[in-house]
């Protein structure tokens, strides 16, 4: 498989990144150099073979239901590139205007 | 200031002089951090040094033994760790620029554990950016040297913590290890590196790449320091639901009765044999599996070949992990933010493009489009399959032998700038790469040393591959070759 120029501009959408022309097309070449390795996978027969998640089974884990301290807002916070009255401050996502 | 230099010393015989008042942790800790201002311009191996912290820790260890109060395993031992792994008081980059300023909000259990263990921590050591790399050549901070020859990448992507060991900065260090981010980088600097069983070490606090694969690992310069690491960092984690605790976990007891009659070791035949792999480094496999006969163990042969598409199974499992992971990274409650986002959409956009490198971005592409809609079960569900195929072979191998051998990287020490382009960069980790698939435990230790094609002395590492948590037949096989070859594996850092 491989992958056109359009298709690697709505992959990278998905994964919100912003590429530059040039970018899109190095990504392009890069991918397509790995996928055509990747492919070779399609030598094995995995028809009857069930898939592996996790390579040690995992088991549910709980613990008594009481209250432990968690992270603190403030260290919650430490990192934000911007916060007010406690909380993450971010653009504007509702729309403009006089709305309720 | 004393010239005292422990750059040869290992975790063992620092904690044992300083528990004999032959000098004191304040002493140790000292000796490391003069090292480290003295050598790391050139070297590169960390990001961040805490002179604070490491005293702090060191004076508590000094207050203790006054106080006659019995020492933990590492006292005093001057350690550093990856700089995906948050330290309260320490930034945790991942050597990105998205985290570049970054500030650890909690500790990783693995560190917390080391340093409740006794160890001084130096500090955050230089890596791939967020482990994405074989060569350290990654880091937004710039490359990470190799201490047998600054023009050569020290492996990756714990190229810091493997070079802050080698160049006789740190005594044990600690890294992360996805497809080989442990174990090659020890090869190529000439010390031993451990990734233990997935789940034996808790994942907690470190920066997630694939967590299916991840796992938390030392690297030393002896085998027992290696199995002293294990059992100061290993355990259960209410904060890593992978983790467990068993009832195996005294390790240097395992190094000390380094006796292989009657082991059970096999050469992976047909991973032995395939393309780029190195005469120098075949050939010291070989031989390494002689010196087991002669120690007494059984020497045999197995195949493995499904691993040989390990790697096709991990460019798509890796990278679609990370890719879910990295989605974190959005701009919103840490890490790098464009100032003048337009709206929501903008603000992730251009704040990721701008934080994440272009391998970053490579990986993050890879495994978002092996999701996509369309493309999943064509990719990921085939990879998945794939390493079921591999995991079983492993399994049935363990059942006729207890240990397997391989070389640890296809060649030794490259220079920096000769693998330009992403795949021949990922080859690089083919033999590696299937025991994260397979959640196995696998150590890297010194097997030899090689002339480079410019007359460079450079270390072989040979891989020891053992069952889900058997670790201790690993460190058992591991520490009898070690004293059979009885290398000297000073870097000429080291050696001065």
Known sequence: ?100 | MSDLNLSAWSALQIRDAIANGDFSAHEAAQSALSRIETLDGDVHAFNQVTPELALAAADKIDARAAAGEALPPLAGVPAAFKDNMNLIGTRTTCSSRILANYESPYDCTAVARLIEAGVVPLGKCNMDQFAFGSSGETSYTGPAKNPWDLGRVPGGSSSGSAASVSAGMATVSLGSDTGGSIRQPGALTGTVALKPTYGRVSRYGCVAFASSLDQIGPFSRTVEDSALVLEAICGKDLMDATSVSRDDEQFVGATRDADVKGMRIAIVRDLLDMEGVTPEVKQSVLDAAARYEAMGAIVGEVDLPTSQHGLSAYYIIGPAEASSNLARMDGIRYGHRVADATDVLDLYMRSRSEGFGPEAKRRIMLGTYALSAGYYDAYYGKAQKARTLIASEFSAAFADYDVLLTPTSPQVAWKFGEKSDPLSMYLSDIYTIPVNLAGNCGISIPCGITAAEDGTPLPIGLQLIGDHFAEAKLFRAAAALERDLDLDMRSPLVRG
């Open chain 1, 1 to 100: 498989m491989s992958l056109s120029e359009s298709e690697v501009r709505h992959v990278a959408m998905l994964a919100r990144l912003a590429l530059t022309d040039e970018e899109v097309a190095l990504m392009q070449s890069d991918l397509n150099s790995i996928l055509g390795h990747i492919d070779t996978i399609a030598q094995l027969d995995l028809e009857s073979v069930p898939p592996t998640a996790h390579a040690i089974p995992v088991v549910n884990v709980t613990r008594p239901d009481v209250v432990v301290p968690g992270l603190s807002r403030e260290a919650a916070l430490m990192n934000a590139p911007a916060a007010e009255d406690g909380a993450f401050l971010i653009p504007q996502i509702t729309g403009g205007g006089d709305e309720a």
